[in-house]
DNA sequence: CCGGATAATACAAACGTTTGTACAACTTTG
DNA sequence: CAAAGTTGTACAAACGTTTGTATTATCCGG
């Protein structure tokens, strides 16, 4: 291992003068900065970053904490931010909670412990507050919070426009003629699912519609699966829920009452799943813009800003709530119009 | 931030004894251990990690270097390796290459820069050889690679079991009656691709049948799609893709010329991404193991042993491949039996 | 009660970098 | 030409830990 203080040796200088040279501190002439790169190169030299960290009592490290990576919003959201903070010079630390508390907490403390530069996170499913956060963390490590947000914590957010997407959806199965629409509302201590009901409850109220069916913790295929089931004896036509995978098991609830979809009952799901636009009938969903979500996270931390951004969510219009134009060609959404 | 010499101070000893205490060596006193545990705890004491690190030339982190994480197979390895790491007091970096060769170096670099315990990697399609990753990583860093692999690199390998698996695969499809089998190969430098190929190449020979069509360079949805319209002018009935997304641009080729799945022409796919069980009709593929992939890397690189372990593959059988029994019930897997 | 072993702790040097301050060399100004 | 300013380097002290060696305290047998 080559150091600073070897590349004084050989030319003759002191190991300050190396660390200026090498970043690039006005402080060195020019001649002596290019003999020590050039050394540098010459002798294979590689700045120890650990040693540079504890110097500088912090590292060039960002951590993301998610839920799981493998969903594809999570996923997305990370490469967006990786995008923007590789091209700034830092590089991307991912952990995942698997949506348990004390992986959220352990996840937090090694990444100060580590003295990341600072946190891009999606809490976990299940804290009434961000008290852990704050204490796990400390409160001198930048944070940024995106999605699943707790808005009493210092430090920025990056949310989607959960309640206009939700209206939007609402309002597009209205459009197609359905009068009773349910919606899987999954869980309330997150304040995304929460803005969605408002703006599911928001355009029924809009549309002249009475109250419609609310099916809390509904998250997964199972339990979608069984609210679609509930919500079918209830009479509900159709369904806005707040996630594809329990848009799913409705679906699948839908199908072994022997509803046809669209015709006897719609739905539309949120997040925009891979999944979505294969099955058959593919299943409208409320898309998330993951990536620009990612990228406004990092813009956030680096900016050092604090606020809420929003990023818009959109409508993808496919087979499962297209009653009106049920024969038409998907692929050109027919309904959007 | 309170440091080991605070507690020292407060305790009136050296911070050696308590560096010591604190790591468990047997050279400080039963009683004077529980004082320093206690202090620290009171203190609100946690390790600086970096400086730790500093000290002992290495980290506690683990950098996994992927493709893409949003690859289910890919964030099922990381799944797997974290549920071994953790445990073992690891932490786990995450790196994506987006499959560019100058993103994996950097990668490497950044890891080893950091001085990472070590890494877990599955290189990216386009090196002819591993050389970019010894020259990036250095030598003493320890290295396991996992389903594209290197073999002329040092250090422990994880690989499915390829072979068999396309063996598996393609039997199936001859049982099934097809009689004209090509397959989407994929890109040679990887070895599992290879080595898919001749699992292929040797069920058709055992079966009795001639050479195959090979479609190369088919790994994703566009290139899955014209190899597939190509296959079918050759007058194929059946493919095994060696990858899942090209085996869906071939469902959707077939689909162009009329053709019915699994009537007139059969496809298994590999991977088993989480569509091939949700489209119309569900697509039989060559399941990995990602999970035990992952732990099994994570295990070589605890043990610090070398060598190639080999993760069996599963074949699972759904409708795109099932012609003789189509009527049945497909969740009972009933071409399995 | 002393010499020698053993146990427990103290001392101090590292790990490689960064950075404030001191110093030297050189240039400018009155 | 001396004083003052400017520029480029050197010096040295950190950052918080770990760890080899030295030192002190404790215990045992003779």
Sequence with gaps: MVTISDIAAALGVTPSTVSRALSGS????EETRLAVEQMAAEMGYERNVVASNLRKGKSDIV???VPRIHRNF????????????????????IC????????????????RNNQVAGVLMSHAIGARDGKHILDALGSH????????VFSDL????????????????TKHLIEQGYRHIGTLAGYMNSEAYAARLEGWRQALRDGGLPEGEVYYDTIVRETGYEAGLKSIDAGCDALYSAGDFSALGAVEAARSRGLRIPEDFGI???ANETFT?????????????????????????????DGVRVVPMELKVRESSCRNHSDNQIPNNPCLK
Excluded: W
Aim: glycine share 10%; hydrophobic share 45%.
């Design 141 to 148: 490590i930048p944070l940024v919070q995106f999605d699943r």
């Design 154 to 169: 210092p430090g920025a957010k990056v949310v989607s426009d959960n309640f206009e997407g939700a209206y939007a959806a």
């Design 268 to 270: 539309v799901g949120t």
């Design 96 to 111: 995942q909670t698997h949506e348990r508390l004390e992986a959220e907490v352990k996840a937090l403390r090694t990444l």
């Design 277 to 305: 636009s294969l099955m058959t009938p593919s299943m409208s969903s409320l898309a998330l813009n993951p990536f620009e979500m990612g990228r406004q996270a990092a813009q956030a931390f680096l900016e050092g800003a």
């Design 74 to 93: 999570f996923s997305n959201v990370i490469g967006g931010a990786e995008s923007i903070l590789e091209a700034a010079g830092y590089c991307v630390l």
């Design 26 to 29: 006005p402080r060195v002439k």
């Design 63 to 65: 951590g993301i904490i």
